[in-house]
């Protein structure tokens, strides 16, 4: 299983970059505490705005941390999620 991570803390990563994940993912799940919102990208493609609406943050940046595993991209945090995709 192949795991990207930005190392850069003081990254700044917006729309863009968020664009540019969702390209070849089949999956986003954005989490938010207890709040999970799953999107299959391969069967029911929500629209753009909609989706980035969910991942980036009050200041326009993709909400931390921000995980790519495989074609998973995890927007958020939820220990539970964590457990089932990473394992």
């Given amino acids: 299983m192949q795991i990207a991570v930005e190392t850069k803390a003081s ?4 729309a863009a970059k968020a664009r540019e994940l969702v390209k070849s993912a089949a999956q986003v799940i954005v989490m938010k505490g207890r709040k999970v919102d799953v999107f299959d990208l391969e069967r029911d493609k929500p629209a753009e705005k909609e989706l980035l ?3 980036l943050g009050s200041t326009g940046n993709l909400r931390a941390p921000t995980i790519v595993c495989g074609k998973t991209v995890l927007v958020g945090f939820n220990q539970e999620v964590y457990d089932e995709v990473l394992g």
């Fill in 11 to 14: 990254a700044k990563l917006g």
């Fill in 53 to 55: 609406a969910v991942m």
